[in-house]
T-cell receptor
Framework: DGGITQSPKYLFRKEGQNVTLSCEQN?????MYWYRQDPGQGLRLIYY???????QKGDIAEGYSVSREKKESFPLTVTSAQKNPTAFYLC????????????FGPGTRLTVL | AQSVTQLGSHVSVSEGALVLLRCNYS??????LFWYVQYPNQGLQLLLK??????LVKGINGFEAEFKKSETSFHLTKPSAHMSDAAEYFC????????????????FGQGTILTVHP
């Protein structure tokens, strides 16, 4: 079955540590996205990539980094510079077309202890 | 810049009653519009989308939405609520492809939590 996988489902981190969230898709989509979700704030875009080896900052990129070395993979690193990293993180992908329907993974809940 | 406003962060209905979730958008160009549903601790699932064909769009699970350009609205409705409809719903807008690095971005509303009472 085609889809998007995110791992791990739950992640705990100590303050000052970097952590990497995994996102893999087998939908053959060119575009991939990372969102952060906080209660009552909807989804906020962190980074997105339309093609391998290229990515763009979203609305809240500070304290995060990404890479896009393969079409299928778009890992997100939450660095120690992110002041309030506890949140639910969602990865999505889409084809590059006018309709821009995004397909979402199941999410990773990150908690900083 | 595009934006989405969902009126009402919480909506409560009785089972069998009409569901109405409100969404108004702002966009400088003709938009694409989407409704997504999210169950607790899960990702988002597409309910329906408007892509400039019919203004009344039918989606999954009996939901539908009507695009009204004059009101810049895209409200989501379902004639009869079911307990399984309890979830959070997000409206989103996307500009049509205009080239450049801004393509591909969805702007989401704040979400509306739907509660269904027996």
């Amino acid at each position: 079955d085609g889809g998007i996988t995110q791992s791990p489902k739950y992640l705990f981190r100590k303050e000052g540590q970097n952590v990497t969230l995994s996102c893999e898709q087998n939908l053959n989509h060119d575009a991939m996205y990372w969102y952060r979700q906080d209660p009552g704030q909807g989804l906020r875009l962190i980074y997105y990539s339309q093609i391998v080896n290229d990515f763009q900052k979203g609305d809240i990129a500070e304290g995060y980094s990404v890479s896009r070395e393969k079409k299928e993979s778009f890992p997100l690193t939450v660095t120690s510079a992110q002041k309030n990293p506890t949140a639910f993180y969602l990865c999505a992908s889409s084809i590059v077309s006018g309709h821009n329907e995004q397909f979402f993974g199941p999410g990773t809940r990150l908690t900083v202890l | 810049a595009q934006s989405v406003t969902q009126l009402g962060s919480h909506v409560s209905v009785s089972e069998g009653a009409l569901v109405l979730l409100r969404c108004n958008y702002s966009s400088s160009v003709p938009p694409y519009l989407f409704w997504y549903v999210q169950y607790p601790n899960q990702g988002l699932q597409l309910l329906l989308k408007y892509t400039s064909a019919a203004t009344l769009v039918k989606g999954i699970n009996g939901f539908e939405a009507e695009f009204k350009k004059s009101e810049t609205s895209f409200h989501l409705t379902k004639p009869s609520a079911h307990m399984s409809d309890a979830a959070e719903y997000f409206c989103a807008v996307s500009d049509r492809y205009a080239g450049g690095t801004s393509y591909g971005k969805l702007t989401f509303g704040q979400g509306t939590i739907l509660t269904v009472h027996p």
